[in-house]
């Protein structure tokens, strides 16, 4: 039946963004394709592989049997605020804790797979809070030969109340289409801390309302370039 779904749902999504045109080969001597603004066209979601119960979707894998999304990147900031706990290599690296190497579009169809289900977007930026099904997510990686684990809030320090920032579910708040585009494409802010009505997922906590209040956790975030797995887990 999951298989089923996920052959519905990838049509599904196909076939909703008016932004994905079908590619036609041109002649030698045709004139260029011009586009109109919002309706260039768009990448499509990778094609859902099964092996037992895992499915990959591109660099994204759903175990099916946990729910779990697991996606891989590298640590990418450990000192300084950020907005993002994790975007996409052509996202806000500027201001992100990791970098995660995949398209967004499969992200979200393995959460979407894995149950969770997306709420009403806000309004705007740093107008929330944000609605949607909660989840955990956690961090792995190897370091000094030994492997650790820790939840994504371990690597976030809130400088108004000078700690870390509590453990909490995150949101899945699911991005959307407008203008012909997959804004989570487009942004490839994928999870963050400064509440993003075009992100995947948000935290849920107050302190996502204000862009300046996170800070990246310096005792806690491994060396960047870190190779680093993070999973996602429907509460």
């Not at 080969?25 to 499509?44: F, K, L, M, S």
């Not at 994204?60 to 300084?80: C, Y």
């Not at 870390?164 to 804004?183: A, C, L, N, Y």
């Not at 494409?185 to 992100?199: G, H, K, M, N």
């Amino acid at each position: 039946m999951l298989r089923t779904a996920c052959a519905v749902f990838a049509l599904g999504l196909i076939l909703a963004l008016p932004g994905w045109l079908a590619a036609v080969e041109a002649a030698p001597d045709a004139a260029p394709i011009i586009y109109r603004v919002g309706e260039e066209p768009q990448p499509e979601p990778s094609p859902v592989r099964w092996d037992n119960h895992i499915a990959t979707l591109g660099a994204v894998r759903l175990d099916a049997a946990t729910k779990t999304v697991i996606a891989t990147g590298w640590v990418n900031q450990t000192d300084g605020a950020v907005e993002v706990l994790a975007c996409g290599p052509k996202g806000k690296v500027h201001e992100s804790v990791f970098v995660l190497a995949l398209n967004p579009l499969d992200l979200q169809a393995a959460l979407l797979l894995a149950g969770l289900k997306g709420g009403e977007p806000m309004p705007d930026i740093g107008v929330g809070p944000p609605n949607g099904s909660p989840l955990d997510i956690y961090v792995d990686w190897r370091q000094d030969g030994e492997a650790r684990t820790a939840r994504a809030e371990t690597f976030l320090w809130n400088v108004q109340e000078d700690a870390v920032v509590p453990e909490t579910p995150w949101t899945f708040t699911g991005s959307f289409v407008r203008d012909g585009q997959f804004k989570a494409l487009v942004e490839e802010s994928l999870v963050v801390t400064f509440w993003d009505p075009f992100a995947i997922i948000d935290l849920p906590l107050p302190c996502g309302a204000d862009d300046e209040i996170i800070h990246v956790n310096s005792n806690a975030v491994p060396p960047v370039q870190t190779p680093i797995t993070m999973r996602f887990v429907p509460r």
